[in-house]
């Protein structure tokens, strides 16, 4: 037996048991006569001691070269301690040691395994299981379960199943580039790695399994923005027999519940929002609501003097700050450089502020008289006090900008407060998005989302219009759960697909076995996806995924512990029939 106890359970209850502990050593405090331990395991911190009156010379000795992480079991007496530490659970005894051994001894760690540790973000990823020895890492990891649990818990007593799809499969089609995986036994021929089982889960459906769901990891190899992972977890679901109706109501019940088990906190129904709403309100299809700042679209208000620069543009739109009215004349020329930073991409920002005596002050009053910059007020909800920010130009560029604007005042402002959740749907999405580069329009979720009935024929005319049978679920400004009721026949699935550019070859080719299952009584059908990483460190009240994930990958998709990836020798390639041709 290596432990009776571990080293966050014993109290002054304990006191006179004779008990066993194993662990890491934190910290020793070598007095010459006395030596204090601190010992650690997952559980907890114990304070081991060893004095010259009690303790054996050899073992006092012994004492004395613990270093820090050595590996240690020890055996000994229950004791009150002297002075107390009501900092930690723990902190009413000490163990006085009878019986010393050492299981391993340690390097000494290249960063402190403490809480606020000395070791940069590269350091603590290279000896990522030192890290994970911290309360910060591990309590995070613990989360993660508690989490997952909940998830497993509240989906099986709704009889849903948890089915495992295959990793090695071909592509599919979420949007970003496959990881592949060359195939010895079939040569010159590839898997690519699940961007998410989307398929399988419809392909399950068709198989009858109504309510399904997978904890499962997801593949896309996509330039690493920051706060992405190569690799994520999905809680994915799906269920045949619904309207998106039902899907809503089913997993708001799934989110409600980890928001009570794992936060305590309740909420009642999730707001619902139309796409073209949050996109008009927050210049966002993820708005963060637990905060006001909603824009105002000025162009009824603003275009009719002679100011170029709004008649010129496509949308005028201002938010007020609440109390902006205080910043100096120096903070607001930072905060219009703030806009004009090439991430955020403004050409520049009017502002008007809102004086305590009801009048006006803005940057363009050479063009806009006090009537003119009180129905601004009036439209963005400025009060006295706060400082109106608007900025012009073409609609979807000025929005995103605006959003981005919002969000950064809220977090100075304190806003965005982490214990606080305000979760929403977002419905009637777009079916197609253009793209730019391409010229093209693409899916906007995916090639199997349904659009809204009777809009089909939309698709001819104006194909911008058409919305979708597709819902996102927000939690605190993430987008944290997505999906969509899917076509379930093969006759609009060709469709679609010969709308999106897929001759009907290619179609066949790499979705061939889902519209041929689709002729075989497929039922109709829907479901979504949670990202799992994002939606636990919310929960958690971090904005960073990086400490839910054991073994994460950097921002290049490296994992710099196993330095992965790594070139493969000369036979391995031979065997899978490759030859590099690398350009430097
Ligand atoms: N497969 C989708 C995704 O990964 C989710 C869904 O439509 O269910 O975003």
Redesign the pocket.
Known sequence: MYRSHNCGELRASHINNEVTLAGWVQKSRDKGFIVWVDLRDRYGITQLVFDEERTPKTMMEKAQKLGREFVIQVTGTVIERASKNPNIPTGDIEILVSKLTILNDALLPPFTIEDKTDGGEDIRMKYRYLDIRRNPVKNSLIFRHKVTQEVRNYLSKEGFIEVETPYLIKSTP?GARDFVVPSRMNKGEFYALP??P?TF?QLLMVGGMDKYFQIVK?FRDEDLRADRQPEFT?I???MAFVEQEDILNAFEGLTRHLLKEVNGVTIDKFPRMLYDDAMRLYGNDKPDIRFGMQFGELNEVAQHKDFGVFNNAELVVGIAVPGGNSYTRKEIDKLIDWVKRPQVGALGMVYCRCNDDGSYKSSVDKFYDQDDLAKWAEVTGAKPGDLICVLSGDKNKVRAQLSALRMELAERLGLRKPNEFAPLWVIDFPLLEWDEETERYHAM??PF?SPKPGQLELLETNPGDVKANAYDLVLNGNEIG???IRIHDKKTQSLMFDYLGFTPEEAKAQFGFLMDAFQYGAPPHG???FGLDRLVAILGGQETIRDFIAFPKNNSGRDVMIDAPAPIDDEQLEELSLKLNLKS
């Open positions: 979420e961007q998410s989307q889960k997801c999905q994915d679901c799906e979720h995916h989302t997505g999906g969509s479901g979504l996806a």
